[in-house]
């Protein structure tokens, strides 16, 4: 079992940048891959980033590919999402998750989940 805090969350306008952080506790997070996932008001909470435990590569949603940057700190047990070039659409809760074994991009292939940390990207 893993319990995984995010923080990082904010107001910022437009063309800006945030470091989202997901902290993991009861297990290493080297035991897990990775997601972020977000979900708008509304909307169906969708696919952003990932990166495996094993060999570190690491995928990306289209919407947000160049943009995003999905990375991982085993010493600390801590997982991040770099958001840059922020567009108002970017506007969501973020959610970190983990997943035991293998890699996926749906949502409910994946075991444990943060609480979440609000993005809001101004115009």
């Known amino acids: 079992q893993v319990q995984l805090v995010e923080s990082g969350g904010g107001l910022v306008q437009a063309g800006g940048s945030l470091r989202l952080s997901c902290a993991a506790s009861g297990r290493a997070i080297s035991s897990y891959n990775m997601g972020w996932f977000r979900q708008a008001p509304g909307k169906e909470r969708e696919f952003v980033a990932a990166?495996?435990?094993?060999?570190?590569?690491?995928y990306y949603a289209d919407s947000v590919k160049g943009r995003f940057t999905i990375s991982r700190d085993n010493a600390s047990d801590t997982v991040y999402l770099q958001l840059s070039s922020l567009k108002p659409e970017d506007t969501a809760v973020y959610y970190c998750?983990?997943?035991?074994?293998?890699?996926?991009?749906?949502?409910?292939?994946?075991?444990?989940w943060g609480q979440g940390t609000q993005v809001t990207v101004s115009s």
């Open positions: 998750a983990a997943k035991w074994r293998g890699y996926s991009d749906t949502v409910d292939r994946y075991d444990y």
């Open positions: 990166i495996r435990r094993t060999s570190g590569s690491t």
